[in-house]
Structures are given as C-alpha cells and as structure tokens.
C-alpha cells in the first residue's frame, strides 16, 4: 500500500514539472513579448499633484487630471495601504486620505482604471 502511495506521488510530480516545462518551452517558441496595456501607459502622467494640506481633522490632496479621460490613482503613505482614487476628465480637485493622526502622503501613483 505504502509502495502504492508513493508511485502516485512520484509520477504526479513527475508528471506535473514535464507540464510546466511544455508551457515554458511553448512561450519561449512563440515570440511574443508582453506588452503595456494602452490604459495604463497613458495614466502614466494624467494626474498629478497641486498641494497637500490640512482640512479639520483631515490630510488633503489636490490633484489635477489633465488628461480627456478619468484617470485613477493611489495616495502613497507611509507604513499605511494606500487609498485609491478617481478624478474626472480635465478636473482639479481635493481627496481626504486620511486624519491628522497618519503621516503625510509622499506621493501619487498613477494607475488604470
């Protein structure tokens, strides 16, 4: 029975790395390099930032999309996950991302919708 157990397992494995070796070979033989989806290459420079400051008991940020298109994107914060964000097409406007209490936002990152 043991003996029985262990052959499965040895040709399961064997099996399974032989498939993962025929994907890899089928890739390399195609010939095609991944390609940047157009959306996020062109939220590369859509928004960015005008001034951080503080409203209330809130951090603020305002942020300018210059792009025909809404554009979306995440406040870094440090030791934090970063909150995401959508500003409309050709608008300025100001995101609470956090209380007084968390650090200051070290920037914007542009990302696809």
Do not use: H
């Not at 390609?35 to 940020?61: D, E, H, I, L, P």
């Not at 979306?72 to 914060?77: A, H, K, N």
Request: charged fraction near 20%; glycine fraction near 10%.
């Amino acid at each position: 029975m043991r003996r029985t157990v262990a052959l499965a397992t040895v040709a399961t494995a064997l099996a399974g790395s032989l498939a993962g070796f025929g994907g890899q070979a089928m890739a390399v033989s195609n010939g095609t390099a991944p390609r940047v989806s157009q959306a996020s290459s062109q939220a590369a420079g859509c928004v960015t930032v005008v001034r951080w400051y503080n409203k209330r008991f809130n951090r603020m940020v305002e942020v300018k999309n210059s792009c025909a298109r809404t554009a979306c994107f995440s406040v870094t914060v440090a030791a934090r996950r970063d909150p995401d964000f959508s500003i409309g097409k050709n608008k300025k406007e100001s995101f609470a991302y956090g209380g007084v209490a968390w650090t200051k936002g070290s920037g914007i990152k542009n990302k696809a919708c």
